[in-house]
């Protein structure tokens, strides 16, 4: 980021990843799931961070990371430790504050983009340890 914002380089990654979480979400619907959020963003300061959709089939609610790449072997391989573990604060702030869902499971799920590829959904994905 420079004095006037993001760099040109960054906005296009920005773009890039949103294009992929709408693709992601409209997979999704495809399959059965009611989008509850998109770009989910627990506040500042908290230690949460971002979790890309919030998905429900039923009662189970789906917390789910995008990973747009070249390959869907380098988006399964880039979500770190530290990111799952945002992603698990953020999802039980989001529960929180939504007690309708309190009766639901819970799981963490991936969409894999990769270009000239399917979406590829990955159910329960990780396991909070």
């Keep these: 980021m420079n004095a006037y914002g993001p760099s040109a380089s960054r906005q296009a990654a920005q773009r890039r990843g949103k294009a992929a979480e709408r693709l992601a979400a409209f997979w999704l ?3 059965g799931y009611v989008i509850l959020a998109q770009g989910l963003k627990s ?3 908290s230690g949460a961070g971002e979790v890309d959709l919030v998905a429900r089939r039923g009662d189970l609610v ?3 990371e995008v990973k747009s790449r070249a390959t869907m072997d380098q988006a399964i391989e880039s979500l770190s430790p530290f990111q799952r573990q945002r992603i698990e604060r953020s999802a039980a702030a989001f529960l929180a ?3 309708e869902l309190s009766g639901c499971g819970m799981r963490f799920d991936m969409v894999l983009i ?3 590829r399917l979406p590829r959904h990955i159910p329960d994905a990780w396991r909070i340890d």
Excluded: H, M, N, Y
Aim: charge should be positive; glycine fraction near 14%; aromatic fraction near 14%.
């Design 62 to 64: 789906a917390f789910v």
């Design 29 to 31: 619907r495809l399959k």
């Design 114 to 116: 990769a270009p000239w």
């Design 97 to 99: 504050r939504r007690p």
């Design 43 to 45: 506040g500042r300061g």
